[in-house]
């Protein structure tokens, strides 16, 4: 049976200078083995691709962080102790994709599997139809400038929440597309953990 965890609302009146965001970014390897709670959850999303404008019949909706063509088409796959989930920024919702506990596949360093919280950033193909997206180079080049964009966006929710973060390059995208059952049109571009501060 699919389990779909409902996220609570995003809190989009927290207070905390972008200025000093920015000030304060950094990757941090060390976390507390704490999962996030689901209200932490749900802000770190919605911070990371949310819905900032619902579609229209005219027009397509908008997210938190820019894509080429307004493609959409990166998806955020989270990984957390009781099994894999889908990131549905439409109904700000987690869908189940496994359930199992896939974290050991997050990267190739063994010291990142024990974060509480992984995020697998894969970019859907057949979303980039426009001329700009002409052959699998032009994909992967806007694809991973995107998913930069949303990176980005986890670490300044971080900063400003205190939670640790670093992104990995280092994945076997290979395995873990087979762990995960992605389509061929579905490319894992990078992965990013998260867990709260050891500096609380």
């Known amino acids: 049976m699919i389990d779909t965890i409902k996220l609570p609302l995003p ?3 927290l207070t905390f200078p972008l200025m000093k965001a920015l000030e304060k970014r950094r990757t941090i390897r060390k976390w507390k083995n704490d999962p996030l709670s689901d209200q932490e959850l749900s802000n770190l999303l919605w911070a990371a691709c949310g819905i900032t404008k619902e579609e229209t019949k005219r027009s397509k909706s908008k997210r938190t962080s820019p894509s080429a063509c307004n493609s959409q088409s990166i998806k955020i796959y989270v990984a957390i102790e009781k099994g894999l989930f889908l990131y549905d920024e439409k109904e700000h919702q987690l869908i189940q994709i496994l359930s199992e506990d896939i974290r050991e596949n997050i990267g190739t360093q063994k010291t990142m599997h024990s974060a509480p919280v992984g995020l697998i950033y894969v970019s859907d ?3 980039m139809k426009n001329f700009l997206f002409r052959n699998d180079e032009q994909r992967w080049f806007f694809s991973g ?3 930069g964009f949303v990176s980005q ?4 929710y971080c900063a400003a929440r205190n939670l ?5 390059g280092l994945v076997n995208r290979e395995k873990l597309h087979k762990v995960i059952g992605l389509k061929e049109h579905e490319k894992i571009i990078l992965t990013q953990v998260i867990g709260y501060s050891l500096n609380e």
């Open 11 to 13: 809190q989009k009146d």
């Open 125 to 127: 193909f057949s979303k």
């Open 145 to 147: 400038a995107d998913t």
């Open 153 to 156: 966006n986890v670490y300044l």
């Open 164 to 168: 640790s973060t670093v992104v990995l």
